[in-house]
C-alpha cells in the first residue's frame, strides 16, 4: 500500500511512516529545515498560530492533522487553503509519527521569507524591543508576545539568538511572531538573509548599536549597577525613539553591550531580589516605556 489513500484531492491518509512527504515532520529537525537550502521551512502548531501565520503572508507547503480536527478547528484552514496537501490521520498514529502529542492536532509546514533590513522594519518605529543572544525558544516566544502586546513596533535578534521560527518559540509567543515586524542584526549582509550562517561576525554590538543611532534610537540596556537609572524614570519616557536591550538567561548583556548604550536601566525590586527572568522583565520593561 501506498502512503496515501485519496479521499478528496488535497485530503491523504497517512498509511507509511516513511514516504519521504513526512520528513518534515517526522525526521528532519529544526535546524535542518533552517539549513537546508532545498527546505528553508518551518513547522507551526495548532489552528490559531497557523491562522496568524497565513495572515503574516507566510506559503503553506503541507498539513499534518489528527482526524477529528477536519470537523472541528482545522475545518477553516481547511476552506482556506484548497489544494494544499494534508496529512491525516488518528491521534495515537500521528504521535507515534511525530515523536511528541500534537497541541491541537494540526502541525503546517510553511516557507520561510527573506529577512528584512533593521532600517526596514524600524521605519516608522517608536519602540523597538533587542534581544542579545536569547538562546532558549521559550524567552524567545514570551518576549516576543509581550513586545507585541505591550506596544513595541518592532523585534530585533542578534545572530545568536534562537530562531523565532521553530516550533516552540511560535508556540509560546502565540503566533504573534507573526504580527509583529521583526529581523535579525545584520539580516542582509553579504548577501545573508537568515540565522546561524557565517559571515555575522562583528555585526554586535558595535556595527547594530551604531546603526540603532544613525535611525535615531536612544538605546537602553537593562542591566544592574549602581550608575542604573530606574525603568519609571522620567527622562525615558520622553525618549522620542527607543530601542530597550535585553540579554541573555543568566550571563545578561554583555559588557560592551552595556558601556556602548546611552542608558543602563534596571527594575526597582523588593525583598532583597536581584533580578527577573527576561521574558518577566521584558513584560515589565515593555509595558512601561511602551506607553
Known sequence: MTMTDRTTDNLMEVTDFNDPALDVYARMTENQLLRDPSKRLFIAESPKVILRALDGGYEPVSFLVERKQLKEEAKEILERIPGVPMFVADYDVLRELT????T???LCAMKRKPL??????CRGARRVAVMENVMNPTNVGAI???AAALNMDAVLLTPDCSNPLYRRAIRVSMGTVFQIPWTMIGAGRGGRADF??????GVWPREGLEELRRLGFTTAAMALGE???SLDDPALQKEEKLAVVLGAEGDGLSPATIADCDYK???PMSHGVDSLNVAA????AFWQLGR
Do not use: K, Y
Open 144 to 146: 516576543f508576545r509581550s
Open 227 to 229: 550608575d542604573a537609572v
Open 99 to 102: 515523536g511528541f502529542p500534537m
Open 104 to 106: 491541537r492536532g494540526v
Open 116 to 121: 528584512p533590513s533593521v532600517e526596514e522594519v
Open 265 to 267: 536601566v534596571m527594575i
Open 196 to 201: 546561524g550562517l557565517a559571515g555575522m561576525e
Open 281 to 284: 522583565a521584558s513584560a515589565v
